[in-house]
């Protein structure tokens, strides 16, 4: 079976699109089948090489003249390497994919990451429609996508090629208690309603500092908020984006993630593996990924009053804090890469049994007799 994957880019930024997309193509390469890749670029190439898989540059930007410039290079690329499935991860990967897919006659694929995004729907053109999460695929069907086109296929990024075993990172120093959340600097990550929480129990708990690990375009807005917050801004630290959040968790009291919107919430696995006690909003995705409230403490999204309250009422309580933390590291299994590469590779095995096609793959191992 040759597996083309599609994102815009594979630059190591954070960004959990990228980062499956990456996982999957290592991990299927590693059990033997070919596998290329297909973006703008970034460091994840070296990663991806190791694993022998071939790049290809893909410029996906939605100007007119790079949209003819895209749409040929894209043909070159699967003249070239001829795949069986192409699986894109992001939206105008779908719609090239999709364009060209009768002209070359593979199969197309494509996981819905961020259903909120409008956009979202057009992953239906796909032939099969991933969902990350219950959440997504419900929301896709309420959108028009054909059930019968979708699978879920849980998120998890446990045991990562990206990563080291989670013991062999160093924990940063910080000051506890330590509060931290890993995010993307956007609105919709509830960053404001997280700062908004500690500032209500600072007065209880002054010795409390609270950690922003990320980057992004509202940085600079939730940065202007915090120098309003007189003293108290020396207790608010923007770390920026860290290539090891790891470290941060290993050290952390308690992990917020106080998103208004989260399909799945990827970082949630991290922060359960580092053994954080987790609060997290109770939206989409997210109570999945803490199974269902037996892994972490669920609240109202856009609710900084009931978000303090639940900080406090964990801060006040080191057993019930220790036991969180425990919570938090059990029931970690399904959450591996190897499970979501296993459950992606049924998804891909449809189309054979479904067409009775006999795959590249399958034909060179009959040829030496496996």
């Known amino acids: 079976m040759r597996i083309l994957h599609i994102t815009n880019h594979v630059q190591k930024i954070g960004n959990g699109i990228v980062n499956v997309a990456v996982d999957l193509a290592c991990l299927q390469a590693k059990k033997g089948l070919d596998v290329a890749f297909a973006s703008s670029g970034g460091e994840y190439e070296q990663l991806l090489g190791n694993h022998g898989i071939k790049h290809f540059k893909l410029n996906q930007s939605r100007t007119p003249l790079n949209m003819?410039?895209?749409?040929?290079?894209?043909?070159q690329i699967i003249k070239e390497f001829q795949p069986d499935i192409v699986h894109t991860h992001m939206m105008t990967g779908v719609v090239l994919a999709g364009v060209f897919r009768n002209n070359y006659h593979y199969n197309?694929?494509?996981?819905?990451?961020?259903?909120?995004?409008?956009?979202?729907?057009?992953?239906?053109?796909?032939?099969?429609?991933?969902a990350v999460s219950h959440a997504v695929a419900d929301s896709m069907i309420r959108r028009g996508i054909p059930a019968q086109k979708l699978r879920v296929v849980?998120?998890?990024?446990?045991?990562?090629?990206?990563?080291?075993?989670i013991q062999d990172y160093q924990p940063i120093k910080l000051?506890?208690?330590?509060?931290?959340?890993?995010?993307?600097?956007?609105?919709?990550?509830?960053?404001?309603?997280?700062?908004?929480?500690?500032?209500?129990?600072n007065k209880n708990f002054p010795q409390a500092h609270l950690y922003l690990v990320g980057d992004g375009p509202d940085r600079s807005v939730f940065e202007?908020?915090?120098?309003?917050?007189?003293?108290?801004?020396?207790?608010?630290?923007?770390?920026?984006f860290q290539p090891e959040p790891q470290r941060y968790m290993l050290?952390?009291?308690?992990?917020?993630?106080?998103?208004?919107?989260?399909?799945?919430?990827?970082?949630?696995t991290e922060a359960r593996e580092a053994g954080c006690a987790i609060i997290a909003s109770d939206v989409d995705g997210i109570p999945e990924t803490l199974d269902h409230r037996q892994a972490g403490i669920l609240v109202p999204p856009k609710d900084s009053q009931t978000l303090a309250n639940t900080l406090t009422e964990l801060l006040n309580n080191p057993q019930q804090l220790q036991t969180w933390k425990i919570r938090a590291?059990?029931?970690?299994?399904?959450?591996?890469v190897q499970r979501v590469s296993d459950e992606t590779l049924d998804v891909y095995h449809e189309f054979s049994r479904k067409y009775n096609v006999i795959t590249p793959m399958q034909t060179r191992e009959l040829v030496i007799g496996k």
């Open 68 to 75: 003819i410039k895209v749409a040929w290079t894209y043909q």
């Open 251 to 268: 050290s952390t009291d308690i992990f917020v993630l106080a998103s208004h919107c989260e399909s799945f919430g990827l970082v949630l």
């Open 329 to 336: 590291q059990q029931n970690l299994e399904r959450f591996s």
């Open 154 to 165: 849980a998120n998890g990024t446990l045991g990562s090629p990206r990563h080291k075993n």
């Open 175 to 201: 000051h506890h208690p330590a509060i931290t959340t890993v995010a993307g600097m956007y609105t919709r990550k509830g960053i404001i309603e997280l700062i908004e929480a500690f500032q209500i129990i």
């Open 224 to 240: 202007s908020i915090v120098k309003n917050l007189g003293n108290l801004s020396q207790n608010i630290h923007f770390e920026g």
């Open 108 to 130: 197309l694929v494509a996981t819905v990451h961020n259903e909120f995004q409008r956009s979202a729907v057009l992953m239906g053109l796909a032939d099969r429609v991933i």
